[in-house]
Structures are given as structure tokens and as C-alpha cells.
């Protein structure tokens, strides 16, 4: 069971380059979301997923675009890079208990530079 | 918006000490409540969820409370330990929205 998967780990582009983070979950969890971390400003939302074809904004989409054609895999676009979006980004996945029993699962992050 | 803040930022014990950890939001409607601990480089370990409906919850040396109404939530923890050096990071979910929103932390340094 290996979890949330991220790739790739560390990522250095130029800028106006585009790139993909890849995200899978092997859990079958409906609900998958992108964070990016930065100092002093803590996670932010980039966009979340409740299911297979559904997607939404969160704080900070801008520059970003994501896509959820299986249950499986959240990959998140950078559409031309900027030194703005320098950054360490987490996928997180969780089932959807109705209860709220919903625990997030991490994955261990990719740090992209953008020169 | 959710705006969630957590207080210290920052805060540095012996170790032995029994400590708390305060997480305040300013939407009441959540889901739940997640605590979690993040070390440094790493990405982030859940510790403990409270469910909207529950008033608190305990796993070993941890307990953690949430009081829904006045938008509150804090984290107990009994007899600190070195190996508790980490960030702790509190995020409710949204209950309209489904959107987790976190604060941004506080950093606990426990001395031997």
C-alpha cells in the first residue's frame, strides 16, 4: 500500500516552461487536493477534487490547472512557470465519510524551482 | 473565507513539560478538525481528526478538543518529549465547500 505518491521530488524549470506534479493514490479516496507551502504563508489550497470529473478552486489557483479523469491520479499543470510559483507542492487524498471521519493522507512533497 | 490562526507561532520547553497549543477559525460550519505534525523538509502526519459532532479526542500522550461554537480548537500535550521537536499545523474542513484551510503553525522545540 504505497499511499499518495508524488513525482517528481524536485523539479527546477526556466521560466515560460510548462511542467506536470503527478499525484496517484492507491486507497481509492474520492477527495484529492493540491497545496502549495511557502514561508511565513503556510499551505494554501491550490484546487481540490471530490471525484472523477469534478474539480474546484481553492485560495491560490492562478497559473495552475488540474484534471481528474480517474479515481487514481491528480495531476496538476503549471502552464508557463514563474518564479512566483517556486515552491514545495503536496497532493493529499482522503475517503469521504459523511461523518467528517475523512483522515488526509499526505504525500511527501516536490520541491519545483523556477529560475 | 476561513481564515484560521494559531497561537504561539513559536514555542520552545524542557522536556517533561505539559503543554497546549491553541487553533482558533472564524467559520463555524466544518466537517472536522485535523491536527498534524510536519518535521522538517517532510510533509505532514495527520495526529488526530475531531469530528464536528465530537467535542474531543485522545491518542496516547495527545488530546485534542474542539469547541465548534466559538470556533476553537486546542492541542494537549502531557509530558513533552524531544523526539515532539516538530511544526503543528491545525485545519478544519469546510462544510459548505469541502475546502481544508490550515494555519500556519507553531513551531515546538523541546529541550532534553
Known amino acids: 500500500n504505497a499511499g499518495v505518491t508524488q513525482t517528481p521530488k524536485f523539479q527546477v524549470l526556466k521560466t515560460g516552461q510548462s511542467m506536470t506534479l503527478q499525484c496517484a493514490q492507491d486507497m481509492n479516496h474520492e477527495y484529492m487536493s493540491w497545496y502549495r507551502q511557502d514561508p511565513g504563508m503556510g499551505l494554501r489550497l491550490i484546487h481540490y477534487s471530490v471525484g472523477a470529473g469534478i474539480t474546484d478552486q481553492g485560495e491560490v489557483p492562478n497559473g495552475y490547472n488540474v484534471s481528474r479523469s480517474t479515481t487514481e491520479d491528480f495531476p496538476l499543470r503549471l502552464l508557463s512557470a514563474a518564479p512566483s510559483q517556486t515552491s514545495v507542492y503536496f497532493c493529499a487524498s482522503s475517503s469521504w465519510d459523511p461523518s467528517g471521519a475523512n483522515v488526509l493522507t499526505f504525500g511527501a512533497g516536490s520541491r519545483l524551482t523556477v529560475l | ?112
Open chain 2, 1 to 112: 473565507k476561513q481564515e484560521v490562526t494559531q497561537i504561539p507561532a513559536a514555542l520552545s520547553v524542557p522536556e517533561g513539560e505539559n503543554l497546549v497549543l491553541n487553533c482558533s477559525f472564524t467559520d463555524s460550519a466544518i466537517y472536522n478538525l485535523q491536527w498534524f505534525r510536519q518535521d522538517p523538509g517532510k510533509g505532514l502526519t495527520s495526529l488526530l481528526l475531531i469530528q464536528s459532532s465530537q467535542r474531543e479526542q485522545t491518542s496516547g500522550r495527545l488530546n485534542a478538543s474542539l469547541d465548534k461554537s466559538s470556533g476553537r480548537s486546542t492541542l494537549y500535550i502531557a509530558a513533552s518529549q524531544p523526539g515532539d521537536s516538530a511544526t503543528y499545523l491545525c485545519a478544519p474542513l469546510g462544510g459548505s465547500n469541502y475546502k481544508l484551510t490550515f494555519g500556519k503553525g507553531t513551531l515546538l522545540t523541546v529541550n532534553p
